[in-house]
């Protein structure tokens, strides 16, 4: 037992551990941050290194009371003893703060060891509803619909507010951080900001659960992270509880569940808010559009803002890439910044030296912690040093560089190119020509669906020994194998092949049936020979992927039946890449209609709604892709000249 | 010696319902702790822990001996014999160790030579014939000893009993070996060599569990201590080495193959001579692996699982022993139970069994009450405790969920259909024309071709395996999955108008051409349910140099054809009406077995891969075929 923790434990001011200490005995290190602390610094069961300059940090609960009479708990933690007047750095999360974790987390090696030696007043704070929090919990909840009301801003607000006048020594700034459900926190504090507030970071903020980040993808509904994440989440509201499974075969219990809208009911007996609400809007309905970050925040950016997103983030990519984008439309002042490095979600709270297989060639984590995320930090709340902090700072995967850019994306040295799609499985910049095959065709069968990882890998996702938060870096190559999986590649490269930018698919397709997914992924084809290693010999490395749901073709708000036979180009956000496919590599494409079950399955019959469909809907369809002059499918790229 | 300490703990603890001493069928001991365990068993038992027994080459092997407290002896003895930390008793062995001492046995645990306190080095199973029979002989000769010693045990503690059946000990009156398949060297058809290899192809799980297993740098305490002293040190120093974890579902893809042990780091060991070995190397004559010629001296009740690793070589055995025992009475009394449960777990059976994905319904089975009737009969005399009536042959047919008997395997009423494999050269995957069919091809029907990839294998899912560092999860699992795949050819019968119930050995016989001067051919049996779920049934893979046995190694010309026979798989499947019967073939099947990289020469040091364009024959004058023992 460290010396921190030790001398925590005894702390009179902690009360309320039992039930906190609880919910975070969970690995739910994809999620939360702090948990993600742990894995970072395996060294902290010995004592606390002589290096920490502040030595130690001492907690207390508070309760704060908000406007409405409710009062929220918050751990306050700072060096002890302080004679100086120090900043405060909030964050809010609903998935409860354990004291441990976070005592791990401000030594020197843990996931907040940087900022905690430069000396801050740390404030966690369970948001309404949550744990010891009072109130009542919203996932995600919407602004305030009246002048007296409350939202996530007004409780950030009230906490800052309370937070500056009440706290001893400290220096009368504060800033708010946080990763996913804390990084949406943090976005929403630049809501009417109190005057106090100097600065946020939100990283991994989730913009839109329907379109781009957790819960669905252009529609198509993320299955087992959806179940998973809102049954451990609307429980009690005082402990993160996974859900029950009773099998470690994923695939298998999805496949075997038929009425999705009462999943709920039939396995907890009870209805379970979010999932109800994800019954009732199944189209893209102000539900979904009154909790997107970007459309609430003030159009004229106000509060500097360090938004960090991870290349491997398999839950909320698209969030603050969009944030970042619609923000700096009204960044007169240049105070929007954006970070994107080769990270899952939250992995910049860790070491970041290698992905799954691949090597990044430096820690990337412990850099944006020590030389972005600190200094951001150090400059707006203390006053401290200079702002060296580039408009994009962009990780090349590949060639494994950091990129400092004027601009994300870049607009300079960069041309938008298609990489189409061909007759006898061809990838090619050049487009097809009259007179080859016009389409390829597949079956796609429901009761078999495509598996979104090797099937013995597939674990729902908060299961013990999950591999979740490594899944996009799984070879693609056995997929490629199947029936229903369409398969394009390129010739080996001669030289390399940079791209930076905006990736997007142009799919040219059809169905025997009224409905369809796309499932579109744009892979690294490592080369079979053996100087390259044994692990990554022909290894196909996902670069960008997503999902379209075909109802959605006209319009999400408005889904229609697709017309069986119609060819229609469907446009596919695969979203943005950084990536430098090696010389002797080949570029590669997968289209598949399923994706289990990480992606519920489409009965590809028309149902109004698809939660709600019945074993009997569910159809073999025939899809077909189309690569003829009129219709050329293709990926479009953007491709760079290599900054190295 | 007595263990006060523990005892005086076991008066607090131990349960109201054990220390009444219920019935022993009526306990339930699972839902109990070791701990609680530990407390029963020093209630009932005197205990001398970390004995040295003395082999002829004055190796001391360590040896925990539990003698009943109750009943005069001398008694019958059960010995249990381990290569794992099981001197700190706990979990089966412990539960086997309070039944065997409440019914009158003296119950001893061994570690194997050159395991935690046994002195020497260790090698697989032991040294059966000549470790095995000086335990004998030493046990006979105690005090506490009636001079009958039955050998209990799964999985290692009871494939090293193999051997041992061979030497004909005049005190080893019985055996329950369950779960033995890595004891057999090779018997009859089957030529695995300790479940090293399948069809000349090695598997996986030899890699994980001698990574765990298999320690040459061990911790040892010094010689010369007193057993008092050794018997201390175990109470609170099980000498366990806890290795780094290792990732094995990367680790795995390691190339070359013989070189993922070293990879870790680790040093020469157990693993690296023997993946050195072909499956024809007379060094595997050296080890403690039964071979046919050895004969067979003792009666056995065997305990075999359809999800095993080695259910196929576990009959051919089981059927060896039955005629080649030493005797008439060896010879009749060799009684077999077959469970559809995983490796060694025949606690599962009960109410409402599922196996990997699938129900099987009610397969209760008194399991021990078979093991300690067996020992009953044999080790005190006691003839009614086992029938000579009872079925020689008990087994859980799947698919109708009930357990069957017979007097032999295969039950003689079996007769041989035969599904010839059938398309019109586009059997790749199931959305391919592959068909399963008891009309024979015609002259000029096409066959059907694949690429095989080693660098893109076909996954395992489920089926027989164990042991293997989580690298596959056994039991019935759907293959649509793999079947999906356009490099796995798929043959499928029309829905069976009336139930089939296919009990026994399936043969499969392939004509093939390649591409490649060596590859694999992979035969998977499949029962298809009316939903389309794909369950798979038994597996079995055939390395093609190996197709005319395993002395001789003959590659292949290029797009000759050959003809390959896989060993039989072997299973009880009732395929109920409206069901498919499906046939998968491809050339892997990874990571239960190592891939073939194609190149032909030696597959445990090649690294490079190419991809074997492979082809199933099937016309007139080169059928490939599948035979079902289809019983009424």
């Known amino acids: ?644 | 010696m007595k263990k006060t300490i523990l005892l005086a703990a076991a008066l607090c603890t131990t349960p109201a319902a054990i220390a009444f001493s219920a019935p022993v069928a009526a306990q339930d001991y699972s839902k109990y702790s070791d701990e609680a365990l530990k407390s029963e068993l020093a209630d009932i038992a005197d205990e001398t822990l970390a004995v040295l027994v003395p082999m002829r080459d004055g190796i001391g092997l360590s040896t925990n001996i539990y003698t009943p407290k109750k009943g005069k002896g001398p008694f019958p003895v059960i010995l249990w014999k381990t290569p794992y930390s099981e001197h700190d008793i706990k979990g089966g062995t412990l539960r086997y160790a309070i039944k065997a001492v409440q019914r009158g046995f003296v119950f001893v645990v061994q570690n194997e030579r050159g395991r935690y306190f046994s002195e020497g080095e260790f090698e697989i199973l032991g040294k059966p014939q000549s470790d095995g029979y000086d335990t004998l002989s030493w046990l006979a000769a105690q005090e506490f000893s009636n001079g009958n010693i039955g050998t209990l045990g799964c999985s290692s503690s009871a494939e090293w009993q193999l051997a041992l059946a061979g030497m004909d000990h005049p005190a080893h009156k019985a055996m329950v070996p369950m779960s033995a398949g890595a004891g057999i060297g090779k018997v009859g058809r089957f030529q695995e060599q300790g479940n090293w290899y399948t069809g000349g192809v090695p598997r996986s799980l030899f890699i994980p569990w001698l990574y765990n297993v298999d320690n040459p740098l061990r911790a040892q305490i010094p010689s010369g201590l007193d057993q008092p002293t050794r018997a201390r040190i175990a109470a609170y120093n099980s000498l366990a080495a806890a290795k780094p974890k290792v990732e094995w579902k990367d680790q795995i893809r390691h190339l070359p193959p013989a070189d993922i042990m070293s990879d870790l780091g680790e040093p020469e060991g157990t693993f690296d001579t023997l993946i050195a070995r072909t499956p024809g190397d007379p060094a595997w004559r050296e080890g403690g692996l039964y071979h046919e010629d050895m004969g067979w001296g003792v009666p056995s009740l065997w305990f075999n699982s359809w999800y095993d690793v080695s259910i196929g070589p576990n009959m051919e055995l089981f059927n060896h022993a039955r005629a080649a025992g030493k005797d008439k009475e060896t010879r009749d009394n060799q009684y077999a139970v077959i469970a559809p449960v995983v490796h060694c777990a025949y606690s599962k059976l009960g109410r409402d069994t599922v196996v990997g994905d699938r129900d099987m319904g009610d397969t209760s089975f008194d399991v021990d009450g078979a093991i300690f009737g067996w020992f009953d009969r044999w080790l005190k005399g006691d003839r009614k405790a086992f029938p000579a009536s009872t079925p020689h042959v008990q087994y859980f047919n799947m698919g109708e969920n009930r357990w069957k008997s017979a007097p032999q395997w295969p039950p003689a009423t079996a007769i041989t259909v035969r599904f010839y494999l059938r398309s019109d050269g586009n059997a790749n995957s199931l959305y391919g024309d592959g068909k399963l069919s008891t009309a024979m091809p015609p002259a000029d029907e096409p066959g059907d071709q694949y690429h095989y990839d080693p660098l893109n294998p076909v996954q395992t899912i489920g089926g027989g395996d164990c042991c293997n560092g989580g690298i596959v999860i056994p039991g019935a699992a759907d293959q649509r999955v793999i079947e999906a795949r356009n490099d796995v050819l798929v043959y499928t019968s029309d829905p069976l108008e009336a139930p089939l119930d296919v009990t026994g050995f399936v043969d499969a016989v392939l004509n093939i051409s390649s591409s490649a001067k060596d590859t694999d051919f992979a035969v998977k049996l499949v029962d298809v349910a009316p939903d389309g779920t794909a369950w798979i049934i038994g597996d079995t893979i055939q390395r093609a140099r190996y197709r005319d046995g395993y002395d001789e190694e003959k590659l292949m010309n290029p797009d000759q054809v050959y003809t390959i026979r896989p060993t039989p798989m072997t299973t009880s499947i009732r395929f109920g009406k409206g069901h498919r019967i499906r046939v998968e073939v491809t050339s892997s099947n990874f990571p239960k077995f190592v891939r073939n990289l194609n190149g032909g020469g030696n597959v445990a040091t090649e690294s490079k891969a190419t991809v074997a364009k492979n082809e199933i024959h099937h016309d007139a004058e080169n059928p490939s075929y599948i035979d079902l023992p289809v019983v009424e």
């Open chain 1, 1 to 644: 037992m460290n010396f921190l923790r030790h001398r925590l434990a005894g702390n009179p001011f902690f009360r309320l551990v039992a039930t906190v200490a609880a919910a975070l005995a969970l690995s739910f290190a994809s999620l939360a941050p702090l948990l993600a602390a742990s894995a970072a610094a395996p060294a902290t069961e010995q004592a606390a290194p002589a290096t920490f300059a502040s030595e130690d940090y001492a907690g207390e609960d508070v309760m704060i009371p908000m406007r409405d009479g409710v009062r929220l708990h918050a751990q306050i933690w700072r060096p002890a003893p302080s004679d100086a007047e120090l900043p405060i750095i909030m964050m809010r999360s609903p998935y409860g703060f354990s004291k441990e974790r976070i005592a791990d987390a401000l030594q020197q090696g843990g996931s907040y060891g940087y900022l905690a030696a430069d000396g801050y007043i740390f404030v966690f704070q369970d948001i309404r509803g949550r744990f010891s929090s009072e109130g009542e919990y919203v996932t995600l909840r919407p602004r305030k619909s009246t002048a007296g009301g409350i939202d996530e801003s007004t409780d950030t607000y009230d906490s800052i507010d309370w937070l500056v006048r009440n706290l001893p020594e400290n220096n009368g700034k504060a800033a708010v951080m946080g990763v996913s459900y804390g990084g949406w926190t943090a976005a929403m504090a630049t809501i009417d900001p109190h005057p106090a507030l100097k600065a946020v970071s939100s990283q991994a903020s989730p913009e839109d659960m329907f379109i781009g980040d957790d819960f669905a993808h252009n529609g198509a509904f993320r299955l087992d992270y959806a179940w998973s994440w809102v049954t451990a989440l609307e429980s009690d509201g005082k402990t993160m509880k996974p859900f029950q499974f009773g099998s470690e075969d994923g695939y298998d219990w999805y496949l075997r569940q038929s009425d999705l809208a009462t999943l709920d009911e039939q396995h907890l007996g009870r209805k379970v808010p979010s999932w109800q609400n994800f019954v009732e809007h199944k189209d893209y309905d102000d539900y979904w559009k009154r909790s997107r970050p970007s459309h609430m925040m003030p159009a004229k950016v106000a509060v500097p803002n360090l938004i960090v997103a991870g290349w491997y983030d398999q839950e909320d990519f698209y969030g603050p890439l969009e944030i970042y984008k619609n923000q700096e439309k009204g960044d007169e002042d240049g105070l929007n910044y954006l970070v994107v490095g080769p990270w899952n979600h939250g992995g910049w709270r860790g070491e970041g030296a290698s992905y799954g297989p691949f090597e990044l060639g430096s820690a990337t984590g412990t850099y944006f912690r020590s030389e972005v995320e600190l200094p951001w930090f150090q400059y707006w709340l203390k006053g401290e040093g200079t702002l060296d902090q580039p408009e994009a700072l962009v990780f090349e995967t590949g060639s494994n560089q950091w990129q400092r850019l004027a601009s994300w994306p870049i607009r300079e040295k960069a041309v938008s190119r298609n990489l189409y799609l061909r007759s006898g499985g061809k990838l090619s910049f050049e487009p097809p020509q009259a007179g080859e095959a016009p389409a390829a065709t597949f079956v796609s069968d429901p009761a078999n669906p495509v598996p979104y990882r090797e099937r013995s890998d597939i674990k729902p996702f908060m299961t013990k020994g999950s591999t979740w938060s490594t899944w996009l870096a799984d070879d693609q190559s056995s997929f490629a194998s199947r029936n229903d999986v369409l398969f394009w590649e390129s010739d080996p490269l001669p030289a390399d092949v940079t791209i930076s930018g905006d990736v997007a698919a142009k799919l040219f397709a059809s169905t025997t049936g009224n409905d369809a997914d796309w499932v579109v992924k744009l892979l690294d084809v490592y080369p079979a020979d053996e100087q390259t290693p044994a692990e990554l010999r022909g290894r196909q490395r996902m670069i960008a992927n997503d999902v379209f749901r075909g109802r959605y073709y006209k319009s999400y708000e408005n889904p229609e039946p697709l017309e069986p036979g119609a060819v229609l180009g469907y446009d596919i956000d695969l979203h943005y890449a950084s990536h430098v496919f090696k010389k002797g590599h080949r570029i590669a494409v997968q289209v598949q209609s399923s994706w289990f079950p990480l992606i519920n399955r489409n009965p590809q019959t028309w149902v109004p709604n698809i939660l709600q469909a019945k074993a009997a809907d569910y159809k073999v369809q025939t899809h077909s892709i189309y690569h003829t002059p009129d219709n050329a499918s293709a990926i479009s790229v953007t491709v760079a000249e290599s900054a190295n």
